[in-house]
């Protein structure tokens, strides 16, 4: 009898964490913050890489099979694989976070939607919904934890317009477009190097120099681990530096921080 009590515990304690699949690190912040020791969370596109390019393996689809839950947020490689990971896990749940995200036409095809903190509390209630779903029984933990996510996401916005508030209408150069509904948010203008995932031809670059020496820019944002053979190149015609940025971290609000120091920065040295 006490065994068997046992083996009850063990069952009960193993089969009790809901477990969720997520395309990328951003959604891994959220799943974590909500879920709290109540999920498992699997991240597909790996981290300090981009997801762009990102292309799921037989081990991802291994692990998708016995996910309760899956989160996608709109990146490339769900239009092809989303289909064949829910028939590879019949009873696993697809929810989109960014269901509700509104998209001005120049951000329909732009994947970087974490970027907004708008965008984010969006996806936090997604989240809070999809656990509360998935784990009626503990509805109660994910709306709180759900609060102090979008609590934290909110002080974020703040620190971001307090650094960047002053601001409004620059323009900053980078060297892959991530920061389109960041700049919308908050009042920025994106020039990119990247033509859509494309490397710019020479004209395209002469036309990029002359914007920046007009603007007097000083600083190329570059994604971090990846290679910017021409932004380096443009930096030395210009005179500027390429500063690289943490893109893919599950460490949300942190890395939102840097980029708004990074800004900042570079704002004041091109004044
Ligand atoms: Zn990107």
Redesign the pocket.
């Known amino acids: 009898m006490k065994r068997l009590f046992f083996w009850f515990l063990l069952t009960v304690s193993l089969s009790a964490k809901v477990t969720v699949a997520v395309s990328i690190a951003a959604e891994e912040y959220l799943a974590k913050r909500v879920g709290g020791d109540l999920v498992e969370v699997f991240t597909l596109s790996p981290k300090n890489s ?3 390019q990102y292309e799921p393996k037989m081990a991802d689809m291994k692990l998708i099979s016995r996910a309760d839950l899956y989160l996608a947020c709109g990146v490339e490689f769900e239009r092809s694989w989303l289909k064949r990971f829910a028939s590879n896990a019949p009873k696993m749940r697809i929810v989109h976070l960014d269901r509700k995200i509104e998209r001005s036409a120049e951000r329909k095809f732009d ?2 939607i974490w970027f907004s903190t708008e965008n984010m509390r969006l996806m936090a209630e997604e989240t809070v919904r999809a656990l509360m779903i998935a784990d009626p029984a503990n509805s109660a933990i994910y709306l709180q934890n759900g609060s102090k996510t979008i609590n934290e996401i909110d002080q974020v916005k703040k620190y971001i317009d307090g650094k960047l508030n002053g601001y409004r209408g620059r323009i900053f150069l980078t060297d ?3 920061f389109g509904f960041f700049a919308d948010e908050f009042g920025l203008r994106q020039l990119s190097i990247e033509i859509d ?1 494309h490397e710019p031809k020479p004209r395209d670059i002469q036309a990029i120099i002359k914007v920046a020496k007009e603007k007097n820019i000083k600083t190329i944002f570059a ?1 971090k681990n990846m290679a910017h053979k021409i932004a380096d190149t443009i930096a030395d015609a210009i005179g500027a530096k390429v500063v690289e940025l943490e ?2 971290s599950s460490d949300w609000a942190n890395q939102m921080i840097d980029i708004a120091d990074s800004f900042e920065r570079a704002f004041d040295e091109s004044n």
């Open positions: 981009s997801s762009h994947t970087h892959h477009p991530a995932h994604e893109l893919v």
